[in-house]
């Protein structure tokens, strides 16, 4: 679908900068016809029909209003070498790395462009004009759409109202299911005339009549593909792409680059992180933060069905993304900003998320996964007995017909579901609370094959911030890299940051200095360790990760009689299975909890060569003591 036929053409009832902003750049995009969204269902329907009809989408016979998208195969995930935060000063984004900036090579990037491994800088003047350049009559034959909408609940002080203008239709109804979306969001308004808005410019980059062949399901322009962020201005510029992270501008875009930099100046933290509840046997419930790169199980852990310890029980507050700040009494509060999941597809099976399978059964949109000719979806480890389908035919994402001998996957790697957060059947009762939940600690985590133990509790908040900077783990599908490798990725947000890593550490630090703040208690988890003969997972994971939440929540309790006992090593406090408190319920191979002095000394060389080349100067002294002090004790 290219023209809207209910465009309503208006920009009456829009802010009045909303309106200006928007006026500007219907003048330079050149659309056929212009629509402002009011976020209603009639609207959506007449979207996804117009959508279906032209192909864009399917419709699965299967299910309720679940409908299939898939890509053009050169635009599938996140495009991080693209990805760029524009500012004045370049040291407000990015250090200078010791060995210098490499030289720009792919003609299609500005040359002034600098890359490094912890994100990407460009003056904001030359990219403004560089972006103009791109967007000039970009929406030709296109219907442009204006989206207003909320990241966070309703009457939160912490909420933060957007608007994205788009071309693309799969954009809009994938935004109406991840946010709050439309015209009531203005409501929220605290400056009436709109000037605090963020604003987000979309295009998907491909005018009609196009000279070049065009994917009629899914336009794109890969070649041309910038997603520039400016937080100085608090605006966003996405063009080419049409994939979630890169188009939907509310998730990583606003909720992680604009948000981080608004939180530094703000005073609180938007991180990478899911929000969960634990409730244990007693009735005590505790809500936790965690933070783990792209596709290493955030969403299976915030959907949790307790296995190997009765009586837990796990509610759902987000999956992806944590709004924090310390409230008057110096808790850490958490808001999900987002309304719905983007969930990676494959792994998602009744053993794995049996919460997640459920739930997207109903107004759900995927994008690259694949179908069975009876109507119903298939992915990688969807657990779908292959010979009940027999009789059935799988399509892939390629929409080609499928089968196991082809030796390529059904469902891209990176294929996702697309739900509203409210059918997730254990959502928490304080999942839309204004005022957010109290956070009593924060997980970091990785997924890394050999050395890291299950589990390590900080010593302190420094030197859980340390454990947050050196997180590393194995590459995933999510972004466009190729192979597995062991990739730094500190905080999880190594593709996310709005601002110099070396002043978010910075930041971060801060609130160990303040005065009364009930600091939360930093871990850092490991399901993935395999047996180096075997190759096999020593930890069961999903449902029996209870079992290591449980030992971290008794480590949090005030009482001593219940406080689980915890042995001291070099890289933090661990569970002592020594006594009868350490990790319960079942066996915990040894393996799980050893820790090899080579293997961390290696690491902090990893480490400090990370640091050292990367950070530089913008390094906060407190973060080479505790690399000092691990090295020393690893040493004694
Ligand atoms: C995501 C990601 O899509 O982290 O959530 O890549
Ligand atoms: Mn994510």
């Not at 003609?107 to 890359?115: A, D, G, V």
């Not at 680059?257 to 005073?267: D, F, Q, V, Y």
């Not at 997980?443 to 050196?470: C, D, K, M, T, Y």
């Not at 079942?586 to 640091?611: H, Q």
Request: neutral net charge; charged residues 25%; glycine residues 8%.
């Amino acid at each position: 679908m290219e023209v809207y036929a209910h465009a309503n053409n208006s920009l009456d009832g829009l802010p009045s900068k909303i309106r200006e902003y928007v006026q500007e750049k219907i003048t330079l995009c050149q659309p056929s016809s212009f629509h402002v969204c009011d976020g209603s269902e009639q609207e959506n329907q007449e979207l996804l029909d117009a959508m279906e009809q032209a192909g864009v989408i399917r419709r699965l016979k299967k299910y309720k209003n679940c409908y299939i998208a898939t890509t053009d195969p050169r635009d599938v995930a996140r495009v991080e070498s693209r990805t760029i935060i524009c500012t004045k000063n370049m040291n407000d984004v990015v250090s200078t790395p010791r060995s210098g900036f490499p030289p720009v090579t792919d003609p299609n990037l500005p040359k002034n462009l600098k890359q490094t491994p912890l994100g990407n800088w460009m003056d904001s003047d030359e990219m403004m004009e560089v972006m103009e350049k791109r967007f000039a009559g970009c929406m030709r034959g296109r219907t442009l759409f204006v989206i207003p909408y909320m990241m966070g609940p309703y009457s939160s002080p912490y909420s933060k109202v957007a608007i994205e203008i788009t071309d693309s239709p799969y954009v809009v109804v994938s935004m109406r299911i991840m946010t709050r979306m439309g015209t009531q969001v203005f409501k929220e308004l605290k400056v009436p005339d709109g000037s605090t808005v963020v604003k987000c410019l979309h295009s998907v980059g491909v005018p009609l009549p196009s000279d070049k062949p065009v994917c009629s399901t899914w336009p794109s322009n890969p070649e041309q593909t910038l997603i520039t962020h400016f937080p100085e201005r608090n605006e966003i510029i996405s063009f080419g792409s049409g994939y979630g992270g890169n188009s939907l501008c509310g998730k990583k875009c606003l909720a992680l680059r604009i948000g981080s930099s608004l939180a530094k100046r703000e005073g609180w933290l938007a991180e990478h992180m899911l929000i969960m509840s634990i409730t244990n046997p007693e009735g005590v419930k505790k809500y936790f933060v965690a933070a783990f790169p792209s596709a290493c199980g955030k969403t299976n852990l915030a959907m949790l069905r307790p296995k190997g310890l009765p009586g837990y029980k796990v509610e759902c507050v987000g999956d992806d993304i944590a709004w924090m700040h310390f409230d008057e009494e110096g808790r850490l509060r958490a808001i999900n900003p987002e309304f719905g999941f983007f969930g990676v597809a494959p792994g998602t099976s009744k053993s794995t998320n049996p919460i997640a399978l459920d739930m997207v059964h109903e107004n759900t949109i995927f994008t690259n996964v694949a179908e069975t000719s009876d109507g119903d979806v298939y992915w990688e480890g969807i657990d779908q007995e292959i010979d009940g389908l027999h009789e059935t035919l799988i399509r892939s994402w390629k929409n080609k017909r499928w089968s196991v001998d082809l030796g390529e996957p059904a469902a891209h790697p990176n294929s996702r579901f697309c739900t509203s957060i409210k059918q997730c059947s254990i959502l928490d009762p304080e999942w839309n609370n204004p005022q957010g939940v109290p956070i009593e600690a924060i997980i970091f985590g990785g997924r890394r094959p050999v050395g890291v133990p299950l589990v390590f509790e900080s010593f302190n908040w420094q030197h859980g911030v340390f454990v947050g900077a050196s997180m590393r783990s194995e590459s995933t599908a999510a972004a466009e890299f190729k192979g597995k490798q062991i990739m730094h990725d500190p905080f999880a947000m190594r593709p996310f940051f709005g601002y110099n890593f070396g002043q978010y550490l910075s930041h971060w630090l801060s609130f160990g200095k303040k005065e009364g703040l009930q600091l939360p208690k930093i871990y850092h988890v490991n399901w993935f360790l395999k047996d180096s003969q075997t190759n096999q997972f020593l930890w069961p994971g999903f449902g029996e990760n209870i079992r290591v939440i449980d030992w971290i929540f008794r480590r949090l309790t005030n009482d001593s009689s219940k406080k689980a006992s915890a042995r001291k090593t070099a890289i933090g406090l661990i569970p002592d299975q020594s006594t009868s408190d350490g990790i319960r319920g079942g066996e915990v191979n040894p393996a799980l909890l050893e820790i090899s002095n080579d293997f961390w000394l290696s690491e902090c060389k990893a480490i400090r060569n990370y640091f050292e080349e990367n950070v530089n100067e913008n390094l906060p002294k407190e973060i080479t003591l505790e690399l000092d002090a691990l090295q020393k004790r690893l040493s004694q």
